[in-house]
């Protein structure tokens, strides 16, 4: 059974859901933060990036992960990449390879307001080395299979 007190909040409910969606639709900047959360990304406020360039870069990033191509990849063979063994750090993030997987540590920032972070790849084969570039989003591994532990 249906209260009234239950219709007035889901009343409320939907003016406070029109509203949050009004001040969505007019503001751009609440738009691209929005769009950088989703992307699992955060605003860098002390980059000091405009708004209309932030939301370039997010639209070019967004786009090589929807559509690898040849020529991202041989431009990212470009850039140098730190190869590591078991451990090493490349542009403000540790990486740690364990038996099956690598752990990256996003290295925290005070000055460029970077939290820490952690994130960890997992494989189904021993990993006996790795490289990475952090700003390309390249990680390369190397692994044997059939490895007896």
Not at 17 to 26: P, T
Not at 128 to 135: M, V, W
């Amino acid at each position: 059974m249906i209260y009234m007190s239950d219709l007035h909040m889901i009343s409320s409910l939907l003016k406070i859901n029109r509203g949050f969606r009004d001040l969505i639709r007019c503001s751009p900047r609440i738009q691209h933060k929005l769009g950088l959360y989703a992307s699992g990304l955060e605003p860098n406020l002390a980059a000091g990036v405009t708004v209309a360039d932030s939301i370039k870069a997010l639209e070019e990033y967004r786009s090589k992960w929807d559509k690898p191509s040849i020529e991202d990849q041989q431009t990212a063979v470009r850039i140098p990449i730190r190869e590591f063994e078991r451990d090493g750090t490349a542009g403000g993030v540790y990486g740690l390879a364990t038996k099956h997987e690598i752990l990256f540590f996003t290295l925290p920032s005070n000055s460029r307001t970077i939290q820490s972070r952690k994130q960890t790849i997992s494989f189904d084969f021993r990993v006996t080395g790795f490289a990475f570039h952090p700003q390309a989003d390249v990680v390369v591994v190397a692994g044997q299979t059939g490895h007896v532990v």
